[in-house]
């Protein structure tokens, strides 16, 4: 299926409002619930509550809105994840390794 380019950019425009949401659930996290946290699982467990949401709203069971708000919760702990690792496992952050920071430090 072939989107209008119009519809496209509202697709677009829709995703990253999803993701800033997402990204400010996770700042949230981060003060609430501080490192050392069990954030790798955290964002496992997110996932498949999407997967979960998804299934049971193709079946009739559940909502779009609720499948968007689980797609929320994933955004903020692989953003959490991103930008903290994990300190109980021992992952840093993805972030450290990001090409406009290593490019930075020289």
Known sequence: M????????ADRQ?????VQEGITAG???????????????KFAEEAGEVVKAAVHCAEGRDTVD????????????LYR?????????GLLPASWVDPE??????
């Open 66 to 77: 609720h499948v968007r708000a689980e797609m929320v919760d994933a955004v903020a702990m």
């Open 2 to 9: 072939t989107a209008h380019p119009d519809m496209a950019e």
């Open 81 to 89: 994840l991103f930008v903290e690792g994990d300190g109980v496992i």
């Open 14 to 18: 829709a995703f990253l409002r999803m």
């Open 27 to 41: 700042d949230h996290a981060m003060r609430r619930y501080p490192q050392p946290n069990y954030v790798l699982i």
């Open 101 to 106: 920071r290593v490019k930075a430090r020289g």
